[in-house]
């Protein structure tokens, strides 16, 4: 049983689709539980899989714990794996100890905190089973850092289906008639869900900088493509408007056609504050598309600076901006990089070695489990039985 809050489109909620989908039902039955509502992709998935729903109230609602803690034990769930950091870690944890669920893992896929929960996750290492890191870089931040007992995070890669991910010569004159975008105009676009973390202010102030430094050149006429929404949707059309972006920045909300969308960009460009290994990127280099991202997190293992992208540092508009521009005043280079990114995916980021991962996990952890147990119980029953 995977618990999370909810599954808007985003990396993590795409990242756990992919992973049902694929798991072997003969070893693994997954199951989800959004705390809160199902989102797009968890109705997607509602004729596919058991989703639960509904079970938190608001933040701070204690009846959330002999809810999911009932809902775990009535489903005779063997393994719980969390997803995210928050709520859904803590009463996800907390539940599985209450109802009995032999392992308890959790899945990060930041790096830091996200709020107050934190402290009180913390707490909760202790009848962890597991973490899971989704990458090297990020496995030795939650050992170093973080200081999670090394015995307990296991680094398994996030992977994307490089068979629906490709790139395609038409992709990019559909998405330009879609969106009514010049032929000859650039685009530049990201995945994400707009929430304040992914920091789409930098790329709109990226979008203004290029335009004003090239007011006579191609790079003027660059279109920005938002897929993904959000809370920060409203915050983000403000600040589009206060820059004078006009119909050069689209936001496409919610959107299950991205493998058709990020394969019709010039460049992929992330702005991220924290990531621990973002799949968007992934999906970008799958599709051939170079990525300019921000410095952050596992980044650097998928956007190898000069040869599947550019990396710059955080918060740094102008050099985002003059990465971006490169980019884009250079097709032949730009289309280097993004076949060399689809390789460097197909070699260590496949969604048939995550899941392999995942299975080989679960079961190896809740296989010595039961050993433990057993051997436990086969040592009462003899001295039991040793007993005048």
Request: with cysteine.
């Amino acid at each position: 049983m995977f618990v999370i809050t909810s599954m808007p489109v985003g990396g993590a909620e795409t990242l756990l689709v992919n992973l049902m989908r694929r798991m072997n039902p003969a070893n693994v039955i997954p199951e989800v539980v959004c705390l809160k509502e199902a989102g797009p992709l968890g109705d997607q998935i509602a004729s596919e899989f058991k989703v639960h729903t509904n079970l938190l109230a608001g933040k701070y609602d204690p009846r959330v714990l002999p809810r999911l803690a009932h809902l775990m034990h009535r489903r005779g769930v063997d393994v719980i794996v969390t997803v995210g950091a928050g709520d859904k870690m803590f009463w996800g944890r907390l539940a599985a100890k209450l109802a009995g669920v032999p392992v308890i893992t959790s899945a990060l896929h930041s790096t830091g905190w996200p709020d107050g929960v934190g402290r009180l996750n913390r707490q909760l290492t202790g009848i962890t089973d597991g973490f899971i890191a989704v990458a090297d870089s990020h496995g030795e931040f939650m050992t170093s850092f973080e200081g999670f007992p090394a015995e307990k995070v296991h680094v398994i890669r996030n992977g994307v289906d490089c068979e629906r991910f490709v790139p395609s010569s038409t992709a990019g004159q559909s998405l330009r008639q879609e969106l009514d975008i010049p032929a000859e105009a650039p685009i530049v676009g990201l995945v994400a869900a707009l929430r304040s973390e992914k920091n789409h202010t930098m790329l709109l102030e990226t979008a203004a900088l290029i335009r004003d430094q090239n007011p006579h050149s191609r790079l003027a006429q660059t279109h920005w493509v938002l897929i993904g929404d959000g809370p920060e949707r409203a915050g983000i059309e403000k600040r589009r408007d206060e820059l004078k972006l006009g119909n050069h920045v689209h936001l496409l909300g919610t959107r299950h056609d991205t493998p058709k969308l990020v394969a019709g960009l010039d460049v992929f460009a992330l702005t991220s504050l924290n990531e621990a290994s973002p799949v968007s990127i992934l999906e970008a280099l799958a599709c051939g598309v170079p990525v300019v991202a921000t410095d952050v997190g596992s980044i650097s293992e998928s956007v190898l600076e000069g040869r599947t992208g550019h990396l710059v540092a955080s918060e740094d508009v102008p050099a985002m901006a003059h990465a971006v521009s490169s980019l884009l005043g250079d097709p032949t280079s730009a289309r280097q990089m993004g076949q060399i990114g689809r390789q460097h995916v197909l070699a260590t980021g496949s969604l048939d070695s995550m899941v392999r991962g995942y299975e080989s996990l679960v079961t190896a952890l809740y296989d010595a489990k039961v050993d433990r147990v057993n051997a436990k119980s086969a040592a009462v029953a003899k001295v039991s039985s040793e007993t005048p």
